[in-house]
């Protein structure tokens, strides 16, 4: 267990909705990364929060948004939803950002499946 | 721009055997940190092993080590005495500073099957 938890684990919807994943970090870490894996594919890189603060942005789509809340969980929402968007999403936390931090701790991820 | 090459989709080994996975990168960076990552059956995204650039001692985990060759961008996983529950993706990652931000780029993957 890394101490890293997504909700929920599975997501089955429709073409065109809009669904929201959610991601506890470990206790003390403050940045968390969303990363997407599609079939069979590497992680792509999506986004970064930092206490709070957007800290980097990778191929995220326009559709896609996130934000980390006080209490440093985050959320990934996905809006007017595809087919293509279906893959396994996972959040991973560190505690710190930039070289100084070596590791981040991925969570289970979330499987979305867009019907 | 960064990028993680990993040309080996799909390898077996026997148990008990000895496997080397490949991984290339390229970054203009000269401060990074190099990982391998396994991901299971179960999808969750583990840990292996990890490098540091500035250093050219090759890191070590029990039954997994690296060949870290910096000149040639080259930075292979060898795996010893293979074991069933080696059975996994793995993902060679580069991590590099950007402005105090950092992300790891990954690989695709390759599939190692261990054979009984």
């Known amino acids: 267990d890394s101490g890293v938890t997504q909700t929920p684990k599975h997501l089955i919807t429709a073409t065109g909705q809009r669904v929201t994943l959610r991601c506890s970090p470990r206790?003390?870490?403050?940045?968390v990364y969303w990363y997407q894996q599609s079939l069979d594919q590497g992680l792509q890189f999506l986004i970064q929060y930092y206490n709070g603060e957007e800290r980097a942005k990778g191929n995220i789509l326009e559709r896609f948004s996130a934000q980390q809340f006080p209490d440093l969980h985050s959320e990934l929402n996905l809006s007017s939803l595809e087919l293509g968007d279906s893959a396994l999403y996972f959040c991973?936390?560190?505690?710190?950002?930039?070289?100084?931090?070596?590791?981040?701790?991925f969570g289970q991820g979330t499987r979305l499946t867009v019907v | 721009a960064q990028t993680v090459t990993q040309s080996q989709p799909e390898m077996s080994v026997q148990e008990a055997e000895t496997v080397t996975l490949s991984c290339t990168y390229d970054t203009s960076e000269s401060n990074y940190y190099l990982f391998w990552y396994k991901q299971p059956p179960s999808r969750q995204m583990i840990l292996v092993i990890r490098?540091?650039?500035?250093?050219?001692q090759n890191a070590t985990e029990n039954r997994f080590s690296v060949n870290f060759q910096k000149a040639a961008k080259s930075f292979s996983l060898k795996i010893s005495d293979s074991q069933l529950g080696d059975t996994a993706m793995y993902f060679c990652?580069?991590?590099?500073?950007?402005?105090?931000?950092?992300?790891?780029?990954f690989g695709t993957g390759t599939r190692l099957t261990v054979i009984p």
């Open positions: 991973a936390s560190s505690k710190l950002t930039g070289i100084l931090n070596t590791e981040a701790f």
């Open positions: 206790s003390g870490d403050l940045s």
């Open positions: 490098q540091e650039a500035y250093k050219q």
């Open positions: 990652a580069l991590l590099h500073d950007q402005t105090g931000a950092n992300n790891l780029f």
